[in-house]
Structure formats: structure tokens, C-alpha cells
């Protein structure tokens, strides 16, 4: 579960993995990495659409989990 401010990056990026076979070091860290990211590069627009927030950072999570640990865990973000 991924918890991402709607200001888009005025807050703090939170992490929490429940399930997860392998419990990955560092596994939080990539996909905070991954999450802040994507609100780097979206626009003012892009950052007002909690949709599209949340779609993109499930791909940027999903593909960051793939690449760094090999596993393909459920991504839930949450924009609050």
C-alpha cells in the first residue's frame, strides 16, 4: 500500500507491505523512490488527477519491484 499526498510531494511518501513472501530489504525505500518519481515528473494538471496518480505510481511501483527484487506484488495506492 502506497499513501501519496494529493499536494504532490508537499508531504511524505508512506509504504506499507503486508504479505509480501519475500520481505525484501529495502523493498519500502524503492517504491517510496518509484512513487516520488512520478510527482516529479507530472505536471500541475497530472498532479490534480488522483486517477491518474494512482495508476502511474502502480506501474512505476509494480516495475521498480520487478526490476530491483524479482517479485510482482499487488500495488494499492492511495492518494490522500
Known amino acids: 500500500v502506497v499513501f ?13 507491505s503486508r504479505g509480501v513472501a519475500a520481505a525484501e530489504p529495502g ?5 517510496s523512490r518509484a512513487a516520488r518519481a512520478v510527482l516529479g515528473r507530472a505536471t500541475r494538471e497530472e498532479r490534480s ?4 496518480l494512482r495508476a502511474e505510481i502502480a506501474v512505476a511501483a509494480k516495475r ?3 526490476r530491483t527484487f524479482g517479485i ?3 500495488i494499492v495506492p492511495f492518494v490522500v
Open 49 to 52: 488527477d488522483p486517477e491518474w
Open 27 to 31: 523493498l519500502s525505500e524503492e517504491v
Open 72 to 74: 510482482r506484488p499487488v
Open 4 to 16: 501519496v499526498p494529493a499536494a504532490g510531494g508537499a508531504g511524505e511518501v508512506a509504504v506499507v
Open 64 to 66: 521498480a519491484c520487478r
